[in-house]
C-alpha cells in the first residue's frame, strides 16, 4: 500500500514492523454491511501534535527526526483506540475501593468477604460493596438484609448487585432511611418486604435506591477525581481510549473538567448528564433543560458533553423492563418505565429545540416502542443530526427495525452481558430468543455500538468481542441464539468506527487515517483469523492516545 501522508517535517511518534488494521469505513458502508476494510502488512503509522501524518508500508525516513519517538511493533497488531460507547467509568472507579463481590460463589463466601471489611472498618462508618450475582451461586436466592446483619448490624451497609438495578441494605441503613411496613413504594421501583410486609433490604431500581441516596456520605472532588485516575488505568489495560460516561451530575462532570485541567485524564471522556427522576420531575427537568449553559459537542478533545442519559426502564431478569405483555417467568407483570410516555415524549422534544442528544436505557420492547416514537418526534421539531440512541435494546420486535433504520437510529449493547450474566435463563425460552439480537439490527442496517455498561460487567472490549462471536453463556453454558453470532471484523468494527458515531466524532477517530486522532493499540492477537478464546486472551501491549504512550505492558519495552 502507498503511503497516504500530511506534509509534516517530521513526527513525533512513529510506530513500525506491524499489520495495520485500519478500520477506513464510513458509517454508510457499515450500515450497507461492508466489513473488508484496509489492512496493511508490514506497515507503520507516523503520528504528529496528536494526530496521524501517515499510514502506509513504506517508511519515508524523512520522518524521522532527532526527537521522534520511534516503536518497534516487532510484527504484531495495530489497532484503532477501542471506544466504549456506554460505560460508568467514574462511578466504576470509585468501586474499586469496595468490597468486591463478585468472587463470591456462595451466600457464605458474599457473607465472609463483607466481615472482613467490618473487622477493619470503625464501627458506624459504611461499608459499601459490588457486583454480587446469586445467578452464580450454589442457591440462587438474593441476599436480604437478615444475611447483611450478620456481618454487622454497628456499620451501614449497602451492597450493589451486578446489574446496578438491584441493591441490599442491613437493618441499620433500614432504620437511618427511615423505611418502614408503612413506606409504599416509589414510582418506577420496588421495596423488597418480607412476608408481614416490612422491608427485607432489598431495593429495585434507582428510584427505591434513591431513598438511600441522601444518607450515604457525598463524594469529594478528590474521590471523584480519583476514581477517575483510577479507571483510567484499567480503560488503558484494556486498549480504550474514549468512552461515553452515563449517569453523571453536574459534581460528576466538574471533576472530568478538573481532572483533565490537572492533566490526570488519560482518555477521552465524553460525558452524558443523568436525568435523575430522584432529583426532580419532568417539570424541574424540562426547565433545566433549558437551563443548561452547554449543549451537546461542548467541549474540547478530551473532555466534552456528549447528550441527556434517560433511565427508562428496568431489565428483564428482575421483569422490570417495560414489555408488550407479561414475562413468562413472572406472569403478574410486564413491567413498567420510569417516566410516562408522553413525559418521555416531552423531554426529547425539549432536548431536540435545545440541540441535545439522548441515550435511553431501555431493555423491554415496550419501552423501546416509546423511546423510538420520543426519537421520531425530536426530529420532527429539530431534524438535525442529533444521533439520539437506544442503550441496550435488549428485546427486540421486527416492526421496530424498519422505522429505526428510516430515522437511523443506533443501538449500543453489551455482549458481555449476555454472556456472564446468565439473564436468559431466567426470561423464559420466548424472550430469550428475541434476546441481544445484534446481528439482526446489523442485517436491517442499523448501526450496533459496543460497549460494556462496567462496573455492571468487565470493560474489556476482547471478552466483549468474543462474547459477540461466540454467544456463549458461561453461567449456562448455553448458547443462544446461534444465528445471531458475528465475525470477528464485525466485532472490532463495533468497538471502533461505530462507537465513535455516538460521540460525533466518527471523522476524527475509530479508525486509523491520516488527519485523525492519533489513538492507538498494539496488540499480540491477530484477531481477524484468531480463535475465539484467543481473541478473548489477547494482551494490550501498549495503549498510545494523542501520539502519547498512556499504557505499556510491564514486560514490554
Given at each position: 500500500?502507498?503511503?497516504?501522508?500530511?506534509?509534516?517535517?517530521?513526527?513525533?511518534?512513529?510506530?513500525?514492523n506491524?499489520?495495520?488494521?485500519?478500520?477506513?469505513?464510513?458509517?454508510?458502508?457499515?450500515?450497507?454491511?461492508?466489513?473488508?476494510?484496509?489492512?496493511?502488512?508490514?506497515?507503520?503509522?507516523?503520528?504528529?501534535d496528536?494526530?496521524?501524518?501517515a499510514?502506509?508500508?513504506?517508511?519515508?525516513?524523512?520522518?524521522?527526526?532527532?526527537?521522534?519517538?520511534?516503536?518497534?511493533?516487532?510484527?504484531?497488531?495495530?489497532?484503532?483506540?477501542?471506544?466504549?460507547?456506554?460505560?460508568?467509568?467514574?462511578?466504576?472507579?470509585?468501586?474499586?475501593v469496595?468490597?468486591?463481590?463478585?468472587?463470591?460463589?456462595?451466600?457464605?463466601?458474599?457473607?465472609?468477604?463483607?466481615?472482613?471489611?467490618?473487622?477493619?472498618?470503625?464501627?458506624?462508618?459504611?461499608?459499601?460493596?459490588?457486583?454480587?450475582?446469586?445467578?452464580?451461586?450454589?442457591?440462587?436466592?438474593?441476599?436480604?438484609?437478615?444475611?447483611?446483619?450478620?456481618?454487622?448490624?454497628?456499620?451501614?451497609?449497602?451492597?450493589?448487585?451486578?446489574?446496578?438495578?438491584?441493591?441490599?441494605?442491613?437493618?441499620?441503613?433500614?432504620?437511618?432511611?427511615?423505611?418502614t411496613k408503612d413506606?409504599?413504594?416509589?414510582?418506577?421501583?420496588?421495596?423488597?418486604?418480607?412476608?408481614?410486609?416490612?422491608?427485607?433490604?432489598?431495593?429495585?431500581?434507582?428510584?427505591?435506591?434513591?431513598?438511600?441516596?441522601?444518607?450515604?456520605?457525598?463524594?469529594?472532588?478528590?474521590?471523584?477525581?480519583?476514581?477517575?485516575?483510577?479507571?483510567?488505568?484499567?480503560l488503558?489495560?484494556?486498549?480504550?481510549?474514549?468512552?461515553i460516561?452515563?449517569?453523571?451530575?453536574?459534581?460528576?462532570?466538574?471533576?472530568?473538567?478538573?481532572?483533565?485541567?490537572?492533566?490526570?485524564?488519560?482518555?477521552?471522556?465524553?460525558?452524558?448528564?443523568?436525568?435523575?427522576k430522584?432529583?426532580?420531575?419532568?417539570?424541574?427537568?424540562?426547565?433545566?433543560?433549558?437551563?443548561?449553559?452547554?449543549v451537546?459537542?461542548?467541549?474540547?478533545?478530551m473532555?466534552?458533553?456528549?447528550?441527556?442519559?434517560?433511565?427508562?426502564?428496568?431489565?428483564?431478569a428482575?421483569?422490570t423492563?417495560?414489555?408488550?405483555?407479561?414475562?413468562?417467568?413472572?406472569?403478574?407483570?410486564?413491567g413498567?418505565?420510569?417516566i410516562?410516555?408522553?413525559?418521555?415524549?416531552?423531554?426529547?422534544?425539549?432536548?431536540?429545540?435545545y440541540?441535545?442528544?439522548?441515550?435511553?436505557?431501555?431493555?423491554?420492547?415496550k419501552?423501546?416502542?416509546?423511546?423510538?416514537?420520543s426519537?421520531?418526534?425530536?426530529?420532527?421539531?429539530?431534524?438535525?443530526?442529533?444521533r439520539?440512541?437506544?442503550?441496550?435494546?435488549?428485546?427486540?420486535?421486527?416492526?421496530q427495525?424498519?422505522?429505526?433504520?428510516?430515522?437511523?437510529?443506533?443501538?449500543t449493547?453489551?455482549?458481555?452481558?449476555?454472556?456472564?450474566?446468565?439473564?436468559?435463563?431466567?426470561?423464559?425460552?420466548?424472550l430469550?430468543?428475541?434476546?441481544?439480537q445484534?446481528?439482526?439490527?446489523?442485517?436491517?442496517?442499523?448501526?450496533?455500538?459496543?460497549?460494556?455498561?462496567?462496573?455492571v460487567?468487565?470493560c474489556?472490549?476482547?471478552?466483549?468481542?468474543?462474547?459477540?462471536?461466540?454467544?456463549?453463556?458461561?453461567?449456562?453454558?448455553?448458547?443462544?441464539?446461534?444465528?445471531?453470532?458475528?465475525?470477528?471484523?464485525?466485532?472490532?468494527?463495533?468497538?471502533?468506527?461505530?462507537s465513535?458515531?455516538?460521540?460525533?466524532?466518527?471523522?476524527?477517530?475509530?479508525?486509523?487515517?491520516?488527519?485523525?486522532?492519533s489513538?492507538?493499540?498494539?496488540?499480540?492477537?491477530?484477531?481477524?483469523?484468531?480463535?475465539?478464546?484467543?481473541?478473548?486472551?489477547?494482551?494490550?501491549?501498549?495503549?498510545?492516545?494523542?501520539?502519547?504512550?498512556?499504557?505499556?505492558?510491564?514486560?514490554?519495552?
Amino acid at each position: 500500500m502507498k503511503m497516504k501522508k500530511l506534509w509534516s517535517p517530521t513526527a513525533d511518534l512513529i510506530v513500525k514492523n506491524i499489520t495495520v488494521y485500519t478500520v477506513d469505513l464510513t458509517i454508510d458502508e457499515i450500515r450497507k454491511g461492508k466489513t473488508d476494510f484496509s489492512i496493511i502488512e508490514n506497515g507503520y503509522v507516523a503520528s504528529k501534535d496528536g494526530k496521524t501524518i501517515a499510514v502506509g508500508s513504506e517508511l519515508d525516513e524523512k520522518l524521522i527526526g532527532p526527537d521522534t519517538e520511534v516503536i518497534d511493533g516487532k510484527g504484531n497488531i495495530l489497532i484503532p483506540g477501542l471506544i466504549d460507547s456506554h460505560i460508568h467509568a467514574m462511578f466504576a472507579g470509585l468501586e474499586l475501593v469496595n468490597v468486591n463481590l463478585k468472587g463470591a460463589k456462595t451466600k457464605i463466601e458474599f457473607i465472609e468477604l463483607l466481615k472482613a471489611k467490618a473487622a477493619v472498618t470503625p464501627k458506624g462508618e459504611w461499608i459499601t460493596g459490588n457486583e454480587w450475582n446469586e445467578l452464580v451461586w450454589d442457591i440462587k436466592e438474593a441476599p436480604t438484609k437478615d444475611d447483611l446483619d450478620k456481618v454487622s448490624t454497628e456499620h451501614p451497609i449497602v451492597c450493589s448487585r451486578l446489574c446496578h438495578h438491584v441493591c441490599v441494605i442491613n437493618s441499620k441503613v433500614i432504620e437511618l432511611a427511615g423505611l418502614t411496613k408503612d413506606s409504599p413504594d416509589p414510582d418506577g421501583g420496588i421495596i423488597g418486604r418480607d412476608q408481614d410486609g416490612n422491608p427485607n433490604g432489598l431495593l429495585y431500581e434507582s428510584s427505591a435506591i434513591g431513598l438511600i441516596e441522601n444518607i450515604i456520605p457525598e463524594l469529594t472532588e478528590e474521590q471523584r477525581i480519583e476514581g477517575i485516575v483510577e479507571m483510567g488505568k484499567i480503560l488503558n489495560e484494556s486498549g480504550i481510549t474514549s468512552c461515553i460516561d452515563a449517569n453523571l451530575a453536574i459534581d460528576d462532570m466538574k471533576a472530568y473538567l478538573q481532572a483533565d485541567k490537572n492533566q490526570k485524564l488519560t482518555y477521552r471522556a465524553n460525558m452524558m448528564f443523568y436525568l435523575d427522576k430522584n432529583s426532580g420531575d419532568i417539570p424541574y427537568h424540562l426547565n433545566k433543560i433549558k437551563e443548561m449553559p452547554a449543549v451537546t459537542g461542548f467541549g474540547n478533545d478530551m473532555v466534552k458533553l456528549n447528550g441527556i442519559k434517560i433511565l427508562f426502564d428496568g431489565i428483564p431478569a428482575t421483569g422490570t423492563a417495560a414489555m408488550r405483555k407479561p414475562y413468562e417467568h413472572i406472569p403478574e407483570t410486564s413491567g413498567y418505565t420510569t417516566i410516562t410516555a408522553a413525559e418521555m415524549i416531552d423531554v426529547a422534544k425539549m432536548a431536540a429545540k435545545y440541540n441535545w442528544q439522548i441515550g435511553v436505557h431501555s431493555c423491554g420492547d415496550k419501552s423501546a416502542d416509546i423511546a423510538i416514537e420520543s426519537f421520531v418526534e425530536a426530529y420532527k421539531v429539530n431534524n438535525n443530526d442529533a444521533r439520539h440512541y437506544i442503550i441496550h435494546h435488549a428485546v427486540m420486535q421486527p416492526d421496530q427495525l424498519p422505522i429505526m433504520k428510516a430515522y437511523n437510529i443506533p443501538i449500543t449493547v453489551q455482549p458481555t452481558i449476555n454472556s456472564l450474566m446468565g439473564e436468559q435463563g431466567l426470561i423464559g425460552k420466548e424472550l430469550a430468543e428475541r434476546y441481544m439480537q445484534y446481528k439482526t439490527f446489523m442485517d436491517a442496517g442499523i448501526l450496533v455500538g459496543g460497549s460494556s455498561d462496567c462496573p455492571v460487567i468487565s470493560c474489556n472490549p476482547f471478552l466483549g468481542m468474543y462474547s459477540a462471536i461466540t454467544r456463549l453463556s458461561v453461567a449456562d453454558g448455553v448458547v443462544w441464539s446461534p444465528e445471531q453470532v458475528l465475525t470477528a471484523a464485525q466485532a472490532l468494527i463495533m468497538w471502533t468506527k461505530s462507537s465513535a458515531y455516538f460521540s460525533h466524532d466518527d471523522d476524527k477517530m475509530g479508525s486509523i487515517e491520516v488527519g485523525n486522532y492519533s489513538d492507538y493499540v498494539l496488540i499480540d492477537t491477530p484477531i481477524l483469523t484468531a480463535t475465539p478464546e484467543k481473541i478473548r486472551d489477547t494482551t494490550v501491549l501498549k495503549t498510545i492516545l494523542n501520539g502519547k504512550v498512556v499504557y505499556q505492558v510491564p514486560d514490554q519495552k
